[in-house]
């Protein structure tokens, strides 16, 4: 998937020249390296864009994000998510639909992407 942790890991080994550990790249996101804070600023876009369209489809009134890249690296995306899901809904909330909060699983397990697609299930 694109928003992968194993495919955000591929793109910043790439742009960095070199393959990165998790941990590596955790340790490099916790010192402010510029490069790695825009590659952020984007995924947290680009996940943003992604929710919108699942919004659009399903409007619920949160997401879960579940796994343990998204445990991890969620203090260097989540703003980016927020704010840009804030802008691209914008239109929306002012028609009175609320926008989506975004959270992390409490859960250190499958079991809300379980729950999810079951959900999903239901609809179709």
């Known amino acids: ?34 490069v790695l804070a825009q590659m952020w600023k984007e995924y947290g876009q680009r996940m943003a864009v992604a929710l919108s369209n699942l919004y659009l489809a399903y409007f619920p009134k949160k997401f879960v994000l579940a796994g343990g890249f998204a445990m991890v690296a969620s203090p260097f995306f989540m703003s980016h998510a927020s704010h840009t899901l804030e802008k691209i809904l914008h239109g929306r909330s002012q028609a009175g639909m609320p926008i989506p909060d975004i959270e992390i699983s409490a859960n250190h397990d499958e079991l809300p992407l379980l729950g999810a697609g079951y959900k999903i299930q239901e609809c179709l």
């Not at 550990?21 to 955790?26: F, K, T, V």
């Open 1 to 34: 998937s694109y928003l992968s942790g194993h495919h955000f890991s591929s793109r910043v080994g790439k742009k960095v020249g070199k393959k990165l550990s998790g941990g590596e790249l955790i340790e490099l996101s916790e010192k402010e390296d510029p």
